[in-house]
């Protein structure tokens, strides 16, 4: 007796597998923003963390935060749901700071600084910052 595969398998466990397989590269990015929300990641260069407080505000900290550490604002933009800060330290390095509103509460902040990124002066500036909010 030959055995078929196909007929073995029900329609709704076929669909299921289906579904498993067309988002299984999405599931672990789901579960780590569930469980990431709030931290801070180093990925490729650029520092990112979120921050629960309106975009203005980390705005205005920013600046304030980047002027006290002595570093040269060389442009900014800001608007109610995001803004950027392009700034350059001593030694000739820039960086820029973006702001996306996550909500009317949070944003998300992302430092870069140079091409390839430097995680140690991305943190100093992310520290200086959270420590005026």
């Known amino acids: 007796m030959h055995y078929n595969f196909y ?6 466990y076929a669909m299921m597998l289906i579904l498993l397989l067309s988002t ?8 780590g923003a569930a469980v990431g929300a709030g931290s ?4 490729k260069g650029k520092l990112t963390a979120r921050i629960n ?12 935060a980047l002027k006290k ?8 933009e800001v608007s109610r749901h995001e803004a ?8 000739g390095k820039k960086g820029v700071i973006n702001l996306n509103a996550l ?3 949070a944003c998300n902040l992302s ?10 002066k991305s943190n100093m500036i992310l520290t200086a910052i959270k420590r005026r909010l």
């Open 103 to 105: 909500t009317e509460r």
């Open 40 to 43: 801070v990641e180093y990925i």
């Open 53 to 64: 407080k309106p975009v203005p505000k980390v705005y205005k900290t920013a600046m304030l």
């Open 111 to 120: 430092i870069r600084i140079g091409f390839f990124g430097d995680e140690t």
């Open 84 to 91: 950027m800060i392009k700034f350059k330290f001593d030694d």
């Open 7 to 12: 007929q073995k398998i029900k329609l709704p």
């Open 69 to 76: 550490m002595g570093l040269i604002i060389l442009d900014d």
């Open 24 to 31: 299984y590269g999405c599931v672990p990015l789901l579960i």
